[in-house]
Each structure stands twice: as structure tokens, then as C-alpha cells.
């Protein structure tokens, strides 16, 4: 699976750049550095480095790196967090879906099976489609956790981006509430338009910066199922 690859490949040139000092690993906060130290197989480490590559300017990847167990529980959360995301790319192919650390990270925009019509915020049509598809996974994977973000591009006054992101975000979450997925699950932010994915001067890249993004994280349960079944 292309994760899979994708995976590997961050393994691999992560633990070269940290063999050798590299500026990533300097630039790490404490929280970080502790992941990338407790790391089983430098899985982290590809979080760190994603991380830097967003210029800290990923909230969704900076709750994946916050969640971190690390050592050998944290490859027992990563093995399962491969099996769902292999499960997210089957049923969802146009979902940008990453592989980070011990967790996933999800961005759905226009283009990718999540959308609102201009100045909207329910969810309908195709991104109904896609949030069942989703719903029915989670249900697979009780035991992660999901934030919700919502993001806008940079039309329109401030404040107002702010309202709608917020209202996008929470749709999307209420939607998967009401698909039977428990409520305790989620958390749900917005950030307007303040973390831009792509450059707001082009038609292309304010369509990529209108999404919603998700990190699925391990839940309390899990982490402790793992610490459980890594003993010894």
C-alpha cells in the first residue's frame, strides 16, 4: 500500500538525518524530541519531521506528535493505525491520507470527497457518501479518537472564515455523531483562515485550503492495551 511505502521512506531518511544532528531533530520542542528518543523503529520521527516540513503551522500533525506513547507500545498503536488508514485509502481514494507517527492525519477539500456549497455548512450529496464511508471505519476502530478541524481560504472578511470553519468543522462532526460514532470521541477546532495549506493568490490553492482535516489518534483504552500487551 502506498502508506506503507510512504512510511518506510520517512524511517529510513529520519533516522539518517538524526545520526547525524540533523536541524529537524534541533528544532523539536521537548515533547517532540521525548517522541523521536522513545520512538520503536524511528516511526515518530516522520511525525517530527512532518511537522517542520508544515513550519509548525499544522495543528492537525502537532495533536498527532502531542498523543505520542513511543518505545514498543507506540509500534503496537502504529501497526493498528496502519491497518485503519489502508481501510481510509480503500474506501476513500480521494482522501489525502498520511501515516504520522502513531496516528493519521486526514484532509478532505473539494476535490476529495468532502465540500460545502459557497457560505454553507451542511453536509450533503457526496460528502454524506464520503462521511458514512468513514463513520462505518471509525466503527471498525472504536478505539481512537478524532479531532476536527475546519479551515478556510482568505476570501471574504476574517471573522467571518472564522464563523464558517467553525460551522463546517462542527457539521462535520454532528454528522458523525449522528452516524453512531460516541460523541467523547472527538474533538472539534477551527482556524479560519490562519493555516493555509497552499498559496490563496490562485483559484487551485484556495480551493486545497477550504477542507477539513482530521488526526486520529489512539484513545486512553487503547494506549493502555498497548502498554499491556508490550510488557516484558
Known sequence: MKNIARKSVYVLLCMALVTSGCSVT??????????VIGASGGAVIGGVLGNNIGK??????????????????GGYIGDRMDRQAERIEEEIPGAEVTRVGEGINVTFTEDAGVYFDTNKSNVKGTSAATLDKLAGIFKEYPKSN???????????????????SQQRAES???????QGIS???????????????????????KSKNRRVELAIVASEELKEEAQQNTKG
Do not use: C
Open 56 to 73: 509548525g503551522n499544522n495543528t492537525a500533525l502537532g495533536a498527532i506528535i502531542g498523543a505520542v506513547v513511543g518505545g514498543v507500545a
Open 26 to 35: 534541533r528544532n523539536a520542542n521537548n515533547k517532540q524530541k521525548g517522541a
Open 172 to 178: 462535520v462532526t454532528n454528522y458523525l455523531i449522528a
Open 183 to 205: 460523541a467523547t470521541r472527538f474533538t472539534t477546532k477551527w482556524y479560519g483562515e490562519n493555516q493555509p495549506k497552499a498559496d490563496n493568490a490562485t483559484a487551485e490553492g
Open 146 to 164: 478524532i479531532l476536527v478541524e475546519g479551515h478556510t481560504d482568505s476570501a471574504g472578511p476574517e471573522d467571518y472564515n472564522m464563523k464558517l
